[in-house]
């Protein structure tokens, strides 16, 4: 079994090496899913992978960001290089890289990131299609689950085993992006998950009108008490979470995790109480086995107190200026040092400030720690002088004081950096070259056509009108009479919606072609046998479209004459994915979301004038969909907590409002109102845009409400505004 850990600076890595990890996993430069204040260069990582080898461990190399178009030439580059430099592995979650890997670097082995939510035997069926040799599972999965997927997987699996954990799905989560374009998926979270909650209008477990919680702020996974069962059913890799943390935390938890494995079946529980010993100095967070032991943990969230939010070291009572710096007093609650990673809750915005303390004064006098009792002075961040008043401010120790000085004390050091010869560097130009036009279209290719796409005009020379499919939960709607013309109809797969599916077939002569059925993201294994029933029954009625959420649905339909068309939650941003995807046969796939207007048009560009495919891509219809209108799952979880308050508003810090959803095996989480892209259909037709999803899942739907829809639609009344999701802004 091996242990994998995580490095987000050179230190770091020495430090996990040192400790015993088997291997260690860095981040590729601008493209792996954490926002890093400086990442590593990728002449320093080749110096790392030596220094690794040398000493037979293994390095993986985390390209795990969703791609934009605009990335691809910075991609490109990047694999040209890792192939020159030799990584163990990459770990991915864009199709489009896996993509670009298999047909131009075939040299490297691929690991599916936890980002592409595999938790069921076809996910990895599919994945070992595409040529990963590992896939790092979806943390969501027990260890009944996790046995089942071990005994049939042809692949590795590796688990999450400690660190920090996100409440919604990896890879399903757009909270982030929602509200502000910071996406999960590009690194780039701003964790609000984390943020205290407040419910309206009524009273529940977890707080009431008025009173607050960390409804969704997961504490820190901890599976030591694990290591052997997980060792026993055949998981190959264990995975610490936590590039962003200290060389402490990392040495610590390491050094757990070695002393474990490494021990004989006789002494692993007196291994496990001494490994148990050094977490808590690691990080002083509040833990759990997450899902481990059941789909429903009683101790994953404790909603009065955030996970992550570390040792408690008191209340700011004071602050004051000196000399354009400000400083805040408080009596400590806990030992505190300089150099440890703090972080500061602000009550009134839910805001938090994380940094490093670099001076504390006990009266006038500076010093280098404080203990329990005493009254002192930390140095506060800047921004916090020009900031508005937070009102209370709560500190909280959140890692401990580098000790890299002294963890790597009479350690071999690597070489800074290893730079590649003069010839070399020249060969890996020329390639880079060659496969440019392959891959990447250039600038003046997309911005000399009137529309920014290159899509010609249909034979009047008018551009060509997108179809409208709706998209609802609630298949009733489709019976009634609609105050406007829908050219599919989208309905979620669920048990219920499967009753209507006789009545459905009778709607109209067309009604069996115009249905599509959408299959959910999340099929656990135990619901699996279920659902292939109730395809069954579908195409047995004469039903042959169905639209997938993750690409290794596809497996479900082997053998079968069905159209199969994609979700947006396949995270399609550029031209290599789409090509990946209708290689497989889709009739249709819905980009990614969250994209920007830039990000749509430049995907679309690249798609439609793609200098690669071949004759059987270019005759695939390729037709691209967009959902325009919809309140979308911003959190898609498997947890269902006593706390959670279902169909009553929560209001975040800054006053949006969101209700918790119970569906079959999730809760989901939606913006009480919805976003509308509707305004420019003209403009997402100019770009290339061939069907238009208004998705009316949990969003109201009567009849005055459906009126104002389809004016929305028809863009014939003046409506409300509504949000644009990103389309207006910029994806991050």
């Known amino acids: ?223 030591l ?94 602050r004051h200026a000196v000399a354009g710096r400000t400083w805040g007093q408080l009596t400590l609650k806990e030992q505190c040092v300089v150099g440890d990673r703090l972080r500061l809750h602000a009550d009134r915005s839910g805001e938090r400030t994380s940094f490093t303390l670099t001076e504390l004064m006990v009266g006038a006098t500076p010093v280098k720690q404080a203990v329990a009792g005493q009254q002192v002075e930390l140095l506060l961040p800047a921004a916090l002088s020009t900031a508005k008043d937070p009102g209370r401010l709560d500190v909280y120790r959140v890692d401990a004081k580098e ?35 392959q891959i990447v279209i250039g600038e003046e290719r997309v911005e000399r056509q009137p529309d920014g796409t290159g899509r010609g005009r249909g034979r009047s020379g008018r551009k060509p009108k997108a179809e409208v499919w709706l998209r609802t939960d609630s298949p009733q709607l489709l019976l009634g009479r609609l105050p406007f013309h829908a050219d599919r109809w989208v309905v979620n797969l669920r048990r219920q919606s499967l009753s209507f599916s006789g009545r459905l077939k009778g709607m109209h002569k067309g009604a069996v072609r115009d249905i599509i059925w959408a299959l959910p993201p999340v099929i656990s294994p135990a619901a699996m046998t279920a659902l292939q029933r109730d395809i069954r029954i579908l195409i047995r009625s004469g039903f042959r479209s169905f639209q997938i959420a993750q690409l290794g649905q596809i497996e479900l339909f082997a053998g079968e004459k069905v159209n199969l068309f994609g979700d947006y939650t396949l995270n399609l941003l550029n031209s290599q994915a789409l090509e990946l995807v209708f290689r497989f046969g889709l009739q249709g796939v819905q980009l990614a979301i969250e994209a920007d207007r830039s990000c749509l048009a430049r995907a679309v560009a690249g798609w439609r004038q793609r200098p690669s495919a071949d004759q059987a891509a270019k005759r695939s219809p390729g037709l691209l969909g967009l959902t325009v209108y919809g309140a979308p799952p911003l959190f898609t979880a498997r947890l269902a907590a006593d706390h959670f308050v279902y169909g009553r508003p929560l209001a975040s810090p800054k006053q949006e409002l969101f209700t918790i959803e119970k569906q079959e095996g999730v809760t989901v989480t939606r913006p009480q109102r919805p976003f509308s892209l509707l305004p420019f259909r003209g403009e997402l037709e100019q770009i290339g845009i061939d069907y238009l999803v208004v998705d009316l899942s949990g969003v109201r739907a009567g009849k005055k409400d459906l009126q104002e829809l389809g004016r929305r639609i028809l863009g014939t009344d003046k409506v409300p505004a509504l949000p644009t999701f990103n389309y207006r802004g910029t994806l991050a």
């Open 403 to 437: 000790e890299t000085g002294q963890l790597l004390r009479g350690a071999a050091a690597p070489a800074r950096s290893v730079k590649m010869s003069a010839s070399r560097k020249k060969q890996l130009a020329m390639r880079i070259a060659r496969l440019r036009p």
């Open 225 to 318: 008490p694990l290591v052997p069962e997980l060792k026993r059913i055949g998981i190959a890799s264990l995975k610490i979470e936590g590039r962003l943390r200290s060389a402490t935390y990392v040495n610590r938890v390491v050094t757990a995790y070695r002393l474990v494995i490494d021990a004989a079946d006789e002494d692993a529980e007196a291994a496990i109480a001494e490994a148990t010993r050094l977490i808590p100095e690691a990080m002083g967070r509040a833990t759990s086995t997450g899902f481990f032991l059941s789909p429903r943990p009683r101790d994953a969230i404790v909603p009065h107190r955030s996970g992550n939010i570390g040792s408690y070291l008191g209340r700011i009572e004071a």
């Open 1 to 223: 079994m091996e242990l994998l850990a995580p490095a987000g600076t050179r230190e770091n890595f020495l430090v996990a090496i040192e400790a015993g990890a088997d291997a260690v996993y860095l981040g590729a430069p601008r493209l792996n899913a954490r926002n890093l204040a400086r990442d590593i260069s990728l002449d320093e990582i080749g110096a790392l992978i030596d220094f690794a080898h040398d000493r037979h461990r293994k390095v993986y190399i985390a390209l795990n960001s969703l791609v934009r178009e605009s990335d691809l030439s910075l991609v490109l580059e990047t694999l040209a290089e890792l192939e020159a430099i030799g990584p163990d592995a990459l770990i991915v979650q864009d199709l489009g890289l896996i993509q670009l890997v298999r047909r131009f670097f075939p040299s490297l082995r691929l690991h599916a990131s936890t980002l592409m939510s595999t938790h069921n035997r076809e996910g990895i069926a599919l994945l070992a299609r595409l040529g990963c040799t590992r896939a790092v599972l979806a943390r969501e999965l027990t260890l009944e689950e996790l046995a089942i997927l071990a005994r049939s997987s042809s692949i590795e699996l590796e688990v999450f085993i400690h660190g920090a954990m996100c409440f919604s799905y990896s890879g399903l989560c757009l909270f982030s992006s929602y509200f502000g374009g910071q996406s999960g998926l590009r690194g780039n979270c701003v964790q609000p998950c984390r943020r205290k909650y407040s419910v309206v209008g009524g009273k529940g477990r977890g707080g009431g009108a008025g009173r607050g919680g960390y409804f969704f702020s997961m504490n820190d996974l901890e599976g």
